[in-house]
DNA sequence: TCCTCCGTGACATCTCCATGACAACCTCCG
DNA sequence: CGGAGGTTGTCATGGAGATGTCACGGAGGA
């Protein structure tokens, strides 16, 4: 199972991720200050960490950069409170994976944690459930539903959502999707992507004409909010 | 975007590697002489470039000499047909950074660009969010806000930001703004960019009239101010 | 075979962009 | 100090390009 170390300070917040993550079949470890944190990485050796900056006895900004300078190089996703923490996270080559600023919504934590894990490990950890308003989408069985009618959705949309998902809340171009979703060599005219698209949207929309999940960006692709 | 410039007779080889580099993301142009190439290097300053040794008109060999007398830098990936040629290109100070020999992987080829394009240019942190005053500006959402207020931004509003925030403070000329945010090819009258700069102005200055954010330096450029 | 799903093209619609004209401004030099 | 020439700010407008939508034909699986 894939072991996750939360290091954060409050005790609300930590509680949440916990409860979240172990939904998602995670096993995860905590850690309330940056010193017990940095003992649970070397020796628990996680498979990813989620970590604030700011931390009691050791930041996260120094934890970090001891686990990199000694050549750890267990995945992070930074907790930061505003963007220009940001910045030097990614930036100053302090070895940082990802991050994501506060107040942050779990869904995209959790959302960066398995695009990261899919990333770093070899093995694809795959995204299994998405769900908004009473729409539920279950990846791995294939099936979708909505309130308590079942929706009929074909192998091209669940690939279409399912990286959208993956990158909630990020813009996703129709050259990502065809990539991803179609593969090498099947390259189909991007009007096959606004045609599945708009399947999707008939499908999962509370008014299509009026998508408030699956937004276009205009000459870039398409993302969803949730 | 990254621009790379294949040069090579082969119509099947060069059709190959401009899709597969297209499927990398890269921006590509091709050219089956050498002269067409070198003025392709001169014109659309490439950021690198794959060279076929044996060409009409203008062979690899020249071309790269041509190239590197004339004090142009531009990172060249040659292709060679046979091993001992190999030795030359590098070793007769040619001027190529690297080579590849036919038959090649295609795979091999690939990362062997990447490499080089690591080694020349490393890549400027790509920037995500950018933040002034009660401004915010996420680059990977597509989406901006100014206090509560969203701001509805079109894509060369982000890109000309973008630019603009990844070199905040230094100037950026008009003919760079060209180059990285319409790319080659689209060349727009200067006057379409001080149309994009007054939008900004309008959507992200307090008093647009007085602009305290995106200043003009006269006769060069634009510069942001955070 | 039948049926589902996918890719494509055509068309309507909408957004965004490029352009040119003119006014305001800056700079440099007389 | 003032004026000329070049540069920039601003606005309105036409049009290019992107997207939404629909219907059709074909491929492949059941």
């Not at 120094?62 to 300078?69: F, G, N, S, W, Y």
């Not at 190089?73 to 600023?101: C, F, K, N, S």
């Not at 959502?161 to 993956?166: S, T």
């Not at 991803?180 to 005219?189: D, K, R």
Request: proline share 4%; with cysteine.
């Amino acid at each position: 199972m894939t072991r996750v170390l939360v290091v954060e300070d409050d005790a609300a917040i930590l509680r949440g991720l916990k409860d979240n993550l172990e939904a998602e079949s995670y096993e995860v470890l905590t850690a309330t200050d940056g010193e017990v944190g940095y003992e649970l990485i070397r020796d628990a050796a996680p498979d990813l960490v989620v970590l604030d900056l700011m931390l009691p006895k050791m930041s996260g900004y120094e934890l970090c950069k001891k686990v990199r300078d000694e050549g750890m190089t267990t995945p992070i996703v930074m907790l930061t409170a505003r963007g220009e923490e940001a910045d030097q996270v990614l930036g100053l080559d302090l070895g940082a994976d990802d991050y994501v600023t506060k107040p942050f919504s779990v869904r995209e934590l959790l959302a960066r944690i398995r695009a990261l894990l899919r990333r770093t490990n070899p093995e694809p950890t795959a995204l299994d459930e998405l769900r908004f308003d009473d729409v539920i989408v279950d990846f791995r069985r294939y099936e979708a539903s909505r309130g308590n009618e079942k929706i009929k959705m074909t192998r091209k949309e669940f690939g279409t959502l399912r990286l959208l998902a993956e990158r909630a809340g990020l813009v996703v171009t129709r050259h990502d999707l065809l990539k991803e979703v179609w593969g090498h060599g099947h390259e189909p005219t991007t009007r096959t992507i606004d045609n599945h698209v708009a399947s999707l949207r008939a499908k999962i929309e509370k008014d299509p004409s009026q998508p408030k999940r699956i937004l276009t960006v205009h000459g870039v692709g398409y993302k969803l909010d949730v």
